[in-house]
């Protein structure tokens, strides 16, 4: 089992800056794939941006240029910093890990709780 634990949210400006936190837990040795991801309201969930556990990141290309991921290994940690954020940016950020076999068959998929992100006009 993992725990995800997401943190950083809030209200912010148009044009400014946030940086989300997931701190991570239990069996993170199985994990290799980790991103986030996003839900707006009353739309689905979608890809924000991954980051293998070879290093190998690929963003939505609605944040290209304007969020970085990034995750500390020894702290167990998983970050976005948010740049330059828009009111569309608005939305419930989610924390998410998996584990993919030899297969590249999915085998795992854990869910944090979810930081609201509110950016104003």
């Known amino acids: 089992q993992v725990q995800l634990v997401e943190s950083g949210g809030g209200l912010v400006q148009t044009g400014g800056s946030l940086r989300l936190s997931c701190a991570a837990s239990?069996?993170?040795?199985?994990?290799?794939?980790m991103g986030w991801y996003r839900q707006p309201a009353d739309k689905q969930r979608e890809l924000v941006a991954t980051?293998?556990?070879?290093?190998?990141?690929d963003y939505a290309d609605s944040v290209k240029d304007r969020f970085t991921i990034a995750r500390d290994n020894a702290k167990n940690t998983l970050y976005l910093q948010m740049n330059t954020l828009q009111p569309e940016d608005t939305a419930v950020y989610y924390c998410?890990?998996?584990?993919?076999?030899?297969?590249?068959?999915?085998?795992?998929?854990?869910w944090g709780q979810g930081t609201q992100v509110t950016v104003s006009s």
């Open positions: 980051i293998t556990d070879r290093g190998s990141i």
């Open positions: 998410n890990a998996r584990y993919y076999n030899e297969y590249d068959i999915l085998r795992a998929n854990y």
């Open positions: 239990g069996n993170l040795a199985s994990i290799n794939v």
